[in-house]
C-alpha cells in the first residue's frame, strides 16, 4: 500500500554503479523543495530508470504507469517474512487480502460517501471558524490535520475523548510500516500496533452500536464471507492511520498550490461548480503519494524493454502526472482542466480504498476556504516540506486572515 510504504531510505555511500546518479537525488533540500523538474529530467534522459539509491525501477511516463496499473504480473510489494506484531497485523490487511477489502469497500462507494457530506461540512466550518482571526497561524496543526483525523475517528467510532493521543500513535505506526517493508526492526512500531489492537479489541466489546464502517467488516456479505476477529482490529488500525495522514498532507499542499495561484482561486470563487475539477487537477499538481511501488511476479514488456521477474519499481506519480505526453501545458495548474486521469490515488486493484472520501474532504475545505471572507494569505513566502519524498506533505504552513 503506497501512503505507507515511505521508500525514504538514507542515502547509500557514492559507490554507486548508476552511470548517471544525478538523475534522482531525492534527499536533497531543494528535491523536496520542487521535485518536478528533476522529474522531468528523469522523463527525458531515463524513463525506466534504476536507482541505486532507493534499489527500485523508477517509471516516470504515464503510458508506462498505466500499463503497470493494469498488468497482471504488477502486483502489490510483498511483505517480508518474520513474526513481529506489526508485521502479523499487516498481512492481516485489506492489501493482502481480496476478501477483507470487498467487505470494507461497502461502507465506502461514492454513495455510501455522498451521505457524509454534511457532517463534513459541519466540521470544516467548525474549524475554520475556530481559526484565529488575527495574526499568523499554522494551518496544518489547526485544520489540516484535525479535519480527516476527525472524520475517520467518526466513521470508526473512536470517542472524542481517545483521539488526541493517535497521532503520535500514527508516527509510530507509520514509521515501523515503512520500516517492516524494508526488513528493518522498529520496535515502537510494534508496540504502536498491540496498542490499537489492543484498543480496538476493547473498543468492539463496548456498548455503543455499530458505525456502518465497522458494520460492513463485521457484517458477512451474500456469499457468507466473514473478517476474523484479527482482520477486524487489523484493518481499523489500518484505515485510521490510512484515512488521516495522507489527507492532511493533500490538503496542506492543495491549499498552499491555491496560495501560491490566487488566479485560480479567484476562477474557483467566481464559479464554485468547478470544484470537483479544481480538485481533481490539484490532486494531479501536487499529488500527496508521489510514489507507488510495486513488484513484478513475472516479466513485462514495457515500452520496448523487459522488465524482469522480481524487479521491485517505484511508479512516480509526481512525475506521470506531470508527463506531456499526456497532459497538456503539464507545468499548469488549470483548474477547468477536464481530461485529467491523474494517479493520485494509484491504480489497478489497489486504488485507494478512500479515494471518495479523500476527494469530499478536499472539495469541501478547498472551497470552504476560497470562499472565506477575510481571505487566507500565507504568512512566509518559504515552507518547509516533511522529510522524504514518497509523501509530500508540509510540517506547518504558516497563514494570516488578511
Ligand atoms: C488525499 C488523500 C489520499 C491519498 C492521496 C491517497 C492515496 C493512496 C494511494 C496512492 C494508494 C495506493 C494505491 C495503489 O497501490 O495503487 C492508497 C491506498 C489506500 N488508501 Fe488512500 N489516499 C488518501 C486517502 C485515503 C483515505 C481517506 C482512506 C480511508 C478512509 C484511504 C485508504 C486507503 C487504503 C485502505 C489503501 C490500500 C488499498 C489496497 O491496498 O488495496 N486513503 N491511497
Not at 538514507?10 to 552511470?19: E, F, I, Q, R
Not at 548517471?20 to 530508470?49: G, K, M, T, V
Not at 487480502?97 to 455510501?112: D, E, K, S, Y
Request: aromatic share 6%; hydrophobic share 40%; charged share 25%.
Amino acid at each position: 500500500m503506497a501512503f505507507v510504504k515511505r521508500i525514504d531510505m538514507p542515502p547509500m555511500s557514492p559507490t554507486s554503479t548508476d552511470a548517471s546518479p544525478a538523475l534522482f537525488e531525492p534527499f536533497r533540500p531543494e528535491f523536496r523543495a520542487d521535485p518536478y523538474e528533476a522529474y522531468r529530467r528523469l522523463r527525458i534522459a531515463d524513463p525506466i530508470h534504476y536507482s541505486p539509491l532507493i534499489r527500485k525501477t523508477l517509471i516516470t511516463r504515464h503510458a508506462d504507469a498505466v500499463e503497470l496499473f493494469r498488468h497482471p504480473n504488477a502486483t502489490d510489494v510483498p511483505l517480508r517474512t518474520g513474526a513481529t506484531p506489526l508485521l502479523e497485523m499487516m498481512s492481516e490487511w485489506l492489501t493482502h487480502r481480496t476478501h477483507v477489502r470487498g467487505l470494507i469497500a461497502r461502507a465506502f462507494t461514492p454513495r455510501a460517501i455522498r451521505e457524509l457530506r454534511p457532517r463534513i461540512e459541519q466540521l470544516t466550518f467548525e474549524l475554520i471558524d475556530a481559526l484565529p482571526r488575527s495574526g499568523a497561524f499554522d494551518l496544518v496543526t489547526a485544520l489540516c490535520y484535525p479535519l480527516p483525523l476527525t472524520v475517520i475517528a467518526e466513521l470508526l467510532g473512536i470517542p472524542h475523548a481517545d483521539r488526541p493521543s493517535f497521532r503520535e500513535l500514527a508516527r509510530a505506526f507509520a514509521r515501523g510500516i515503512s520500516m517492516a517493508y524494508s526488513g528493518t526492526p522498529f520496535p515502537p512500531g510494534d508496540e504502536a500496533a498491540l496498542l490499537l489492537r489492543d484498543y480496538f479489541d476493547r473498543l468492539l466489546r463496548g456498548e455503543g452500536d455499530d458505525t456502518p464502517v465497522v458494520a460492513a467488516l463485521r457484517t458477512p456479505d451474500e456469499a457468507g464471507v466473514v473478517c476474523t476477529a484479527e482482520e477486524l482490529t487489523a484493518n481499523l488500525a489500518l484505515l485510521l492511520f490510512a484515512g488521516h495522514e495522507t489527507t492532511a498532507h493533500q490538503i496542506g499542499t492543495s491549499l498552499l498550490a491555491l496560495l501560491r495561484h490566487p488566479e485560480e482561486a479567484e476562477r474557483l470563487v467566481a464559479d464554485p461548480s468547478l470544484i470537483e475539477c479544481a480538485v481533481e487537477e490539484i490532486l494531479r499538481f501536487e499529488p500527496a503519494v508521489q510514489l507507488v511501488p510495486r513488484v513484478l511476479r513475472g516479466d513485462v514488456e514495457l515500452s520496448g524493454r523487459t522488465l524482469p521477474a522480481g524487479t521491485d519499481l517505484a511508479i512516480i506519480v509526481g512525475a506521470t502526472c506531470r508527463d506531456p505526453a499526456r497532459f497538456e501545458r503539464p507545468d499548469v495548474l488549470d483548474i477547468g482542466r477536464r481530461d485529467n486521469p491523474h494517479h493520485a490515488f494509484g491504480g489497478g486493484t489497489h486504488t485507494c480504498l478512500g479515494n471518495h472520501l479523500a476527494r469530499l474532504e478536499l472539495q469541501t475545505v478547498v472551497l470552504a476556504l476560497v470562499e472565506h471572507r477575510p481571505r487566507l494569505r500565507l504568512a512566509t513566502e518559504g515552507v518547509e516540506f516533511i522529510q522524504g519524498f514518497a509523501i509530500r506533505g508540509l510540517e506547518t504552513l504558516s497563514v494570516r486572515f488578511d
